[in-house]
DNA sequence: TGTGCTTTGTCCAGATATTAGACACGTTTG
DNA sequence: CAAACGTGTCTAATATCTGGACAAAGCACA
């Protein structure tokens, strides 16, 4: 957990994961693979991967995707803080937006573009590396929210959960 | 602003917002329409829109939609409350990763539903709407540092720019 | 196995922030 | 106009945060 990063690439297809297997080698330390994602939760349980790279489409002949995304929801419940990028062979934006919306970190499509995927896995890790202080994270929220009561700071503190006289100091600084 | 919702609809097809505008007739209360977005911060100034429906494709043969991504971007940053759906005729999956990733609420593609529209744009109110409370938000970034320093207290609470004791009491309540 | 370094849990006392309440004043609204 | 509401400001009690300290526990590594 020092420096190596690892990932985890779960896809049915084993020809896919010794490609994937080949391209990442270079960039992390350690590449685990897994064919089905039934075991996902364990393995990342046990292996702490940096970042997971999931098919969406198991099951053969199942192409809507529902499989991935229900592992994609149930893996991301249960690991909030490890990212999870989608790939999938059946671009559809429909799809790629409900990933998102569930938590996905990205989605890219196959046949995929080795240094673009690298890219994405590595971005996706640092993001989710980032670590935000509460003072910032605290700041921002009370400026949007004080910006959609349009100024209203009574209500803007009512709606926070604050005193109308805490709010004024917290814009002060 | 007390309970109509308003609606921005930025195309530059004027069938398109003709049809628009009669599909959301029955559902917003206002149906603003542009042609193109150059007036596009000066009237949400004015008008404070409660959602935005923005084209992705101006500028006819440009279709790589970097033209209402960088509408999207504008738009986002001078009014990051107002949520933003993005519309386009071509369906490019990595485009609306990315236009999500840069503050769309959500994604159609060209021909649409409706119903789904609707839908769409209803649920980027909601959510935009949604405040959450200072302590909530607190509690759960507070959460989700301590997870991913992996219970390590000395080294979130660093992270957070927060002491020591101050952690141990947020994490009691 | 032992030695250092880090982390933990707990305490303290001073500094800082938050709170409810109050008040005069300006603005909105019916 | 009058009532209701928001603002800016103040006070005093309360709560929280902070740096510092301490022994004990955990861990890394020779």
């Given amino acids: 957990m020092v420096n190596g990063k690892s990932i985890l690439v779960i896809d049915d297809n084993p020809a896919i994961l010794t490609a994937v297997k080949i391209c990442l080698g270079g960039t992390f330390e350690r590449t685990l693979t897994l064919t089905s994602p039934d075991k996902a939760l364990a393995t990342i349980a046990q292996e702490h991967p940096s970042v997971i790279l999931l098919?969406?489409?198991?099951?053969?002949?199942v192409n809507s995707?529902?499989?991935g995304m229900m592992w994609l929801t149930a893996i991301h419940r249960r690991f909030p803080d490890t990212p999870i990028v989608l790939i999938t062979a059946y671009a559809d934006v429909r799809l790629a937006v409900r990933a998102l919306k569930n938590g996905a970190a990205d989605f890219v499509t196959k046949p995929w573009d080795n240094d673009e995927l690298i890219r994405v896995l590595k971005d996706a890790i640092d993001k989710a590396g980032e670590v935000i202080p509460l003072e910032q994270l605290e700041n921002e929220h009370v400026r949007k929210v004080l910006s959609k009561c349009e100024g209203n700071m009574k209500r803007a503190a009512d709606l926070l959960g604050i005193s109308r006289q805490t709010l004024y100091n917290k814009m002060k600084s």
Same sequence: chains 1, 2.
């Fill in 55 to 61: 098919d969406m489409n198991f099951s053969l002949g």
């Fill in 65 to 67: 995707g529902q499989e």
